[in-house]
């Protein structure tokens, strides 16, 4: 998914172009008004499914890098369902960074298990 604000120019004076949001498939989500300033806010749970975790990571590290937008603290501690206590999501799944990659060749490239097994990836 990535977000467009389109802009004549860098003021408020001249700001003549409305903000889209999109999926990585071109479907348009949502699209603000032009000439008004507003925000709405999105449940990064509620996009498409080929939007990785490790993307929605290093998006809110990219937001962070100048300054702190998204509470360091909710990007930095280990990813959780929180369905019970001190659970997390690496209890039963692989780190992110390679559960990605096995859903990727999965969805995407449409490689069967046995493929993807076949690339050296734990059937566990």
Same mark, same amino acid.
């Given at each position: 998914?990535?977000?467009?604000?389109?802009?004549?120019?860098?003021?408020?004076? !001249?700001?003549?172009?409305? $903000?889209?949001?999109?999926?990585? @498939?071109?479907?348009?989500? +949502?699209? =603000? #008004?032009?000439?008004?300033?507003?925000?709405?806010?999105?449940?990064?749970?509620?996009?498409?499914?080929?939007?990785?975790?490790?993307?929605?990571?290093?998006?809110?590290?990219?937001?962070?890098?100048?300054?702190?937008?998204?509470?360091?603290?909710? !990007?930095?501690?280990?990813? $959780?369902?929180?369905?019970?206590? @001190?659970?997390?999501?690496? +209890?039963? =799944? #692989?780190?992110?960074?390679?559960?990605?990659?096995?859903?990727?060749?999965?969805?995407?490239?449409?490689?069967?298990?046995?493929?993807?097994?076949?690339?050296?990836?734990?059937?566990?």
């Amino acid at each position: 998914m990535f977000y467009v604000n389109h802009c004549g120019a860098q003021t408020e004076l !001249i700001f003549d172009g409305g $903000s889209i949001v999109m999926s990585k @498939n071109g479907a348009l989500h +949502d699209e =603000l #008004p032009y000439f008004e300033e507003s925000i709405r806010h999105y449940d990064l749970n509620e996009v498409d499914a080929d939007v990785y975790k490790t993307e929605i990571y290093e998006l809110a590290h990219y937001i962070n890098k100048d300054e702190e937008w998204i509470p360091v603290n909710s !990007i930095s501690k280990p990813p $959780s369902a929180e369905l019970r206590p @001190n659970q997390k999501d690496s +209890d039963s =799944l #692989p780190d992110y960074d390679i559960l990605d990659t096995i859903l990727y060749q999965y969805i995407e490239k449409r490689q069967g298990p046995q493929d993807i097994m076949e690339m050296g990836y734990d059937p566990a």
